[in-house]
């Protein structure tokens, strides 16, 4: 009977473990029907894309197969309005009475119909002046997602210069095409990340704080109940027995917890609603997998959750408890340390070798380095204090300093709860270093992007024309004339330099000389001025070739050659006299905008988990830390008697629970960085904050250090005396 009652205890703290249990149980249910969410509500976003895509036809004159002609021309493309993507798809009808999905017409000429989404943009108004008037909007009931941002807009059949992508349109809706995999038909802001991508992130920062969550709760108060586990282990005890005896005194608030957690999640399938800092979201559904998914997720956290409980809770080793200890004539094992460098090595070379082609795996394979960093960081560290102690016990000897003895006799023989405290520590920062480098890149490439935009301030835009583009001389007349026209043509390469055509008044108006004769060419250097800085921008340098000639069809850059900013809205309303669709105009890193946009939104989910995560973490440090500090006062009574000064006490408290510490906080931090080293470098450059995060945990890491030895010190003093 005792063994059966060894987990309850009956006071204050089984109580609160108890309830704690119960919450944490709640909120895995949610967790992990989260990520089955995610997949469910993948699949629906897709139907609902098919549902409403353009069925198209290669050979526009030929009708369908079946008879029908076609319903109009259409292409797509694009922009960006407030960092944000909008999807603009230009139609054409040929005489058809129906109309695009959600809205009531055809848009015509210099007509627009919006999403809601693209409606509640700030500027929204301003920039879509550029193609006409808003004259309605599109039907929420055929996006693919009601964040979903798409603009119907008009073409001018007597202005029609179709754009490099111009189809036939026989109808909407298209079959949902396996084969396609996870990326969509129109949507445009839906598949920024793949499936795997989405259900990656809900993984790595949903689901990884919820396992140290569950970690914690499980070791709430499991010091005094692995008291009274081991002397159950000692009468006799079998595990079997052990486990069950968890099980009866946890299986109520798990349950509990778990049917809380299943009709919350029933009732916010009945609803829309948004994944917070994610943005991600979920539709009410009818489809009844969704039920037997929803069950199983939630029978599976409530299992997982036990399955945390036994591993914490069981005989003899915990899992989250420090090596055993060495003996004196053992020699200090280097293999974590070694383990710990070829997971960050293999990391690194891996993220290299995928990302080209898979970075949704390369991705994967930097949180798996990371998952195995965590392993490695706690025996890696054990064996660095291990040798530590040795050498301490060693100066101690030649010395005769018996606070130098001592503290190299405890890391010797590797006290568990201290080692448990500083391996928490390392692993608040892992993931805070890990996490912030990570949310880092976007925002750094975000901010480069937009200093960009903010140099040039609309002296100039670029714009794509088609291949053959006659109303570009219609459009240069047009203009007022301090907005000039160039054409950029290539880019620098090893056999060939960029090069800028432009008329000759162009190039005395903007460079201050002219290149002689019509084909004639020179280096942009040599004409002696100096170039606008708005065409800076955009990458030429002196040793682009200048050429003269009129501009042509491509990559037009439009300069404003007072300096003084160019209205856009200006420029497409004349545009839209001579040209029908309308070529977009896009400032210098505009791509670049959108994009690590979308990365800084994410890098919020980012730092808002890695901070949970490290919460939970240092958590559970601190109370190891605090359990640790109660047994230093048993342990070290004799220390107390005969230390004398309070710098004894300090000097104590320092190596056994301040030094390792801080080796923690800088082992932690040193690999949440060398982990992200690829990351934060392919392709994007050095982040130049990254050594201001280590910083920032080396000073906080060394602030918990220096008051852990304060508190260490005075517990030690304050030991009763024998009487």
């Not at 060419?521 to 030429?540: K, T």
Request: net charge neutral.
């Amino acid at each position: 009977m005792t063994t059966l009652n060894v987990y309850k205890v009956g006071d204050e703290s089984e109580r609160l473990w108890t309830w704690f249990l119960g919450v944490t149980a709640f909120i895995g249910v949610l967790v992990l029907n989260i990520l089955a969410g995610v997949d469910h509500e993948y699949d629906a976003r897709l139907e609902r894309d098919a549902a409403r895509a353009p069925v198209e036809v290669v050979e526009t004159d030929v009708a369908r197969p079946s008879g029908e002609p076609l319903v109009a021309h259409w292409t797509m493309r694009s922009e960006q309005i407030d960092g944000h993507e909008v999807t603009f798809e230009w139609f054409l009808p040929t005489g058809s009475v129906s109309a695009p999905p959600g809205s009531s017409r055809w848009p015509e000429a210099g007509e627009l119909f919006v999403s809601p989404a693209v409606a509640e943009l700030s500027g929204a108004d301003v920039y879509l002046a550029r193609y006409g008037k808003v004259v309605g909007s599109i039907d929420p009931i055929v996006l693919a997602d009601p964040g979903e941002m798409i603009v119907y807009a008009g073409v001018d059949s007597a202005l029609l210069d179709p754009p490099p992508y111009w189809t036939g349109v026989a109808g909407f809706g298209v079959p949902v095409d396996k084969g396609r995999g996870d990326q969509g038909f129109i949507g445009s802001a839906l598949y920024q990340s793949s499936r795997s991508g989405a259900f990656l992130l809900t993984v790595v920062f949903a689901l990884a704080p919820l396992l140290v969550l569950m970690v914690v709760a499980s070791r709430l108060g499991g010091e005094r109940r692995d008291r009274a586990v081991a002397v159950a282990t000692a009468v006799g005890a079998s595990r079997a027995q052990l486990r069950v005896a968890l099980l009866r005194a946890t299986a109520k608030p798990i349950i509990l917890g778990g049917v809380a957690g299943l009709l919350v999640v029933g009732l916010l399938q009945r609803f829309e609603w948004t994944l917070p800092l994610a943005g991600y979201t979920f539709l009410p559904s009818t489809d009844s997998r969704q039920v037997v998914t929803t069950v199983a997720a939630a029978t599976l956290a409530c299992v997982l959750l036990w399955e945390v409980l036994w591993a914490t809770n069981r005989p003899r080793r915990s899992l989250f408890r420090g090596p055993r200890p060495t003996r004196d004539a053992e020699s200090v094992s280097g293999k974590p340390v070694l383990g710990l460098v070829a997971s960050l090595t293999a990391t690194n070379w891996l993220y290299g070798l995928f990302f080209p082609t898979d970075p949704d795996l390369a991705a994967l394979v930097m949180f798996l380095g990371a998952v195995c960093c965590m392993l490695f960081l706690g025996p890696a560290t054990a064996s660095i204090l291990v040798a530590f102690g040795r050498g301490a016990i060693r100066v101690g000897r030649r010395t005769s300093r018996p606070t130098l003895l001592l503290v190299g006799q405890e890391m010797a023989v590797m006290s568990r709860p201290a080692v448990r405290a500083t391996v928490f520590m390392g692993i608040v920062g892992l993931v805070a270093t890990f996490a912030t480098v990570l949310a880092t890149r976007p925002a750094e490439v975000f901010v480069q992007a937009k200093k960009a935009q903010v140099l040039n301030a609309e002296r100039s835009f670029v714009m794509n024309t088609s291949e053959k583009a006659p109303w570009l001389p219609l459009l240069e007349s047009s203009l007022p004339s301090d907005i000039h026209l160039l054409q950029l043509v290539g880019g620098p390469t090893p056999t060939a330099a960029a090069e800028i055509v432009a008329t000759c008044a162009t190039q005395e108006e903007l460079f201050g000389s002219c290149v002689p004769g019509e084909g004639a060419s020179a280096p942009l250097g040599s004409l002696g001025g100096d170039a606008p800085p708005a065409l800076r921008l955009w990458g030429p340098t002196d040793a682009t070739v200048v050429r003269t000639g009129p501009v042509g069809p491509g990559q037009v850059l439009l300069i404003s050659g007072d300096g003084a900013p160019i209205d856009p809205v200006a420029v497409s309303s004349s545009a839209r006299a001579v040209v029908s669709p309308v070529p977009a105009l896009e400032q210098p890193g505009q791509t670049w905008v959108v994009g690590s946009a979308v990365g800084a939104r994410q890098a919020l989910w980012i730092v808002a988990a890695g901070a949970l995560a490290c919460l939970l973490a240092a958590a559970m440090g601190v109370a190891s830390l605090g359990n640790e500090m109660v047994r230093m006062r048993g342990r070290h009574r004799i220390f107390a008697i005969y230390a004398g000064s309070f710098p004894r006490f300090l000097g104590l408290g320092g190596g056994l629970v301040g030094l390792p510490l801080m080796l923690g906080a800088a082992l932690g931090a040193a690999c949440g960085l060398l982990i992200s080293f690829s990351a934060t470098r392919l392709g994007a450059g050095a982040i130049s904050s990254a050594d201001s995060v280590v910083g920032v945990l080396l000073v906080v890491g060394a602030a918990v250090a220096t008051a852990a030895t304060v508190a260490a010190a005075l517990a030690v003093r304050s030991s009763p005396r024998p009487r």
